[in-house]
């Protein structure tokens, strides 16, 4: 056809004018046949938006298949037939019912349908239930939250297979894990001090943070600028799980639990994590609860951790690395950290948490991790007897010779020898390690100022560098530990020294106008057990010197140190406390100190803890049948504790 006469067609049609063509016309059959395919046409596009779920907004996917299941409901409301799982969702939002009328009130007969099927999905949900909801805690001391004045004495757990429980060993007399009052009048009601400042410390936490790592009780929301990042891992709620079971606090215990069992995932957190404070803050966490209770939850999720940390151990000696990313597995040291060497307060830090859960579990995988540590320490020659602060993983060579039993040493001396105590006193290996470290910090480290106090120095290539972090007061319970359970020539050695250290702290405190300790202090001629530089004089809630007070209480029954441990609690209670929380504080040597807006997870894995059994009778949390991990977790001693649960006795 010519262009003209295309362009002429064009011109015509475009016109809207009528002009006779070439064509015939449709016959009505056809007409017919057309408008029937348009219209399916029209139906299968119009179908693809309001008939495919996934191709809808999420709001009408949800309404239209609950939408099907409501009339399936109508048409037989005596069939049980389980709601969508977003049903609870639709039903709770007002935007999303469709089953409210103009005046947003509920349709009656639709209430009472849905009331029907709920009461049938409840009572078939609760006949078939197989996942414990709540540690049967009926069995084992029942300490109510509102009558914490009771002590009923111990009682077994027995636990209940169906339901996710492993009982504890067969044994003529189980440990103490709630109640345990003191019979003083004046130091029952101390403790229940301490109890109210869980509930306020927790309560907070629940209220503003919940699911997070820790709070910001100024603020009245989350920190994300923890050692977890933004992450939520619910670090509070995992490190203070097993501070309210002892407490009694079990209406708590059971929400949290709740959260574990339901949240705590770490398949997909990408960043990095640090394996020390991993361990001791999850892994001991969660192996406490264990412990306690007998909850496979707990078991089943420190493995599930434990798990995301042993990439970090691929090295050519085994000595870890200290961070590792959970979610590519990639390792790698802090830079800072002497040529990127590994630290060994971290990874001498894993050894109790890692063995037991060997034990309970049959992997053996954990407890050969750290055994490999332990050999490689024990054959690597020491510098005066005595371990540098950090190693490389690759070469196994030490870093800098900086000593100490401060921040980047301190806990790798506290795991030598509570190995030993957890083992049952079988593991020599680690009581050797112990008293030769011991023999050289008494020798080279330890020091008494002209004032008379005693203190551990640090050590940095054969120089003292006269101070002592807060950290380090840990050390006198360290050695009043060790000289009651050790019972030999250096018993009465290790106690002198667990006092004078325990003392010194004290004055750290006592010396301060809030009297709380600052984050390290001095041993010089202008100053004794003060700080002297401004970044010194911090105070983020350290439980060590508490930790001390109750050490040193159960074993020497001084009543000095629940005197120090109840000014601790005057002093939080006076310049910590905040209407959201406890808060720490930028300088202890201000009449008003600023506060520095954190609620430390350990201060109710910790702080409150300790101070709880400071206040308890001797039978709660025995230290004949328990051992503390570095983060206040206690975990049964072998062959001394009925709830060691090792994994030959459950089979």
């Not at 006193?425 to 112990?434: H, S, T, V, W």
């Not at 010194?536 to 508490?546: A, H």
Request: hydrophobic share 35%; aromatic share 12%.
């Amino acid at each position: 056809m010519p262009a003209q006469s295309l362009l002429s067609m064009h011109n015509r049609y475009l016109n809207g004018v009528p002009l006779p063509s070439g064509r015939k016309p449709f016959r009505s059959k056809e007409r017919y046949l057309i408008i029937i395919v348009f219209c399916t046409l029209v139906l299968m596009f119009c179908g693809t938006f309001f008939y495919l779920p996934e191709l809808r907004p999420s709001y009408g996917a949800r309404e239209s298949v609950y939408k099907v299941y409501k009339h399936v409901q109508e048409a037989g409301p005596d069939l049980l037939i389980p709601a969508p799982p977003f049903a609870e969702e639709v039903k709770g939002n007002r935007n999303l019912n469709r089953h409210y009328n103009s005046h947003n009130e509920v349709d009656p007969h639709v209430l009472e349908d849905r009331q029907k099927l709920q009461a049938k999905i409840v009572e078939e949900e609760q006949r078939n239930q197989k996942v414990l909801e709540r540690p049967d805690i009926a069995v084992i001391n029942k300490v109510p939250s509102s009558s914490l004045s009771v002590n009923p004495g111990p009682q077994p757990q027995t636990g209940d297979q169906s339901v996710g429980t492993i009982p504890p060993a067969k044994n003529q007399h189980y440990p103490v894990v709630v109640g345990g009052e003191d019979k003083d009048e004046d130091i029952r009601q101390k403790r229940n001090k301490v109890v109210e400042m869980m509930k306020h410390a927790w309560g907070n936490y629940a209220k503003y943070a919940w699911g997070m790592n820790e709070l910001k009780p100024l603020s009245k929301k989350a920190h994300n600028n923890s050692v977890f990042g933004a992450a939520p891992l619910g670090a509070t709620i995992v490190d203070g799980l097993d501070t309210l079971y002892i407490m009694g606090l079990h209406d708590e215990f059971k929400r949290g639990r709740d959260w574990v069992a339901e949240n705590l995932n770490f398949d997909n957190i990408n960043q990095d994590l640090s394996v020390f404070e991993i361990n001791i803050r999850f892994v001991g966490g969660l192996l406490s609860c264990y412990a306690l209770t007998g909850d496979v939850l707990f078991r089943d999720k420190a493995e599930q951790v434990a798990n995301k940390l042993l990439p970090a151990f691929q090295t050519p000696t085994g000595i870890p690395y200290s961070l590792v990313n959970f979610k590519t597995g990639y390792i790698k040291n802090y830079g800072w950290a002497s040529g990127s060497s590994s630290i060994l307060s971290e990874f001498g830090t894993l050894h109790l948490e890692f063995s037991y859960l060997s034990d309970v579990t049959g992997n053996n995988i954990f407890k050969e991790k750290v055994e490999r540590i332990r050999k490689v320490l024990k054959d690597t020659e020491k510098v005066k007897g005595l371990y540098p602060n950090y190693m490389n993983p690759k070469t196994g060579k030490w870093g800098q010779h900086h000593m100490s039993m401060g921040g980047l040493g301190d806990s790798f001396y506290e795991y030598l020898l509570k190995s030993w105590i957890q083992s049952g006193k079988e593991d020599e290996d680690a009581k050797e390690m112990f008293e030769d470290a011991m023999d050289a910090v008494l020798k080279h480290m330890l020091q008494t100022s002209p004032g008379g106090l005693m203190y551990i120095s640090d050590l940095k290539y054969d120089k003292l560098e006269h101070k002592m972090d807060a950290l380090a007061c840990f050390s006198g319970g360290l050695f009043a530990l060790g000289s009651h359970t050790l019972q030999d020539a250096m018993s009465k050695d290790y106690l002198k020294t667990a006092e004078g250290i325990t003392n010194t702290c004290h004055e750290a405190y006592n010396r301060s106008y809030v009297k709380l300790a600052p984050e390290s202090f001095r041993f010089i001629e202008s100053a004794e057990a003060k700080a002297v530089k401004s970044n010194e004089k911090y105070y983020i809630l350290r439980p060590e010197t508490v930790e001390s007070y109750f050490t040193l209480w159960r074993i020497t029954k001084d009543p000095k140190y629940r005197k120090w441990g109840w000014e601790v609690v005057e002093a939080l209670e006076t310049y910590c406390k905040v209407d959201g929380g406890y808060s720490g504080i930028r300088n202890v040597y201000h009449a008003v100190p600023v506060k520095d807006d954190v609620q430390q997870s350990y201060f109710v894995a910790e702080m409150l803890k300790y101070l709880y059994l400071l206040f308890s009778d001797d039978s709660l949390i025995s230290l004949d049948e328990w051992v503390f991990n570095s983060e206040a977790h206690p975990l049964p001693i072998k062959g001394h504790n009925a709830y060691y649960r090792p994994k030959i006795e459950s089979s």
